[in-house]
């Protein structure tokens, strides 16, 4: 199993990225995949997540983000996104992808500051 996230990056407030995972070795389109991310000092929390297609594609988002942030999905590619806006100092942090809680990659870093 590999969970590879990308795209994470120095950014200015107002500004946007988009987080790549990319995932490899179990059933990706059976799975629900999500968004985490921790600060220093803090406990990583869910930014938002997703059901495989077959539970629909529901989307699910952190109070903190909504509006903001957009998760999708590419069972095709193997892949799930999160398209960030508005981005806001307090996104700060390293924003890990999860396969179903059960796998996890090893994170990409997302900083905002002027």
């Known amino acids: 199993v590999q969970i590879v996230e990308s795209g994470g990056g120095l950014v200015q407030p107002g500004g946007s990225l988009r987080l790549s995972c990319a995932a490899s070795g179990f059933p990706f389109s059976s799975y629900a995949m999500s968004w985490y991310r921790q600060a220093p000092g803090k406990e990583r929390e869910l930014v938002a997540s997703i059901s495989s297609a077959g539970g629909g594609g529901i989307t699910n988002y952190a109070d903190s983000v909504k509006g903001r942030f957009t998760i999708s999905r590419r069972d095709d590619k193997r892949t799930v996104y999160l398209q960030m806006n508005s981005l806001k100092p307090e996104d700060t942090a390293k924003y890990y992808c999860?396969?179903?809680?059960?796998?996890w990659g090893q994170g990409t870093q997302v900083t905002v500051s002027s």
């Open positions: 999860s396969a179903g809680h059960r796998y």
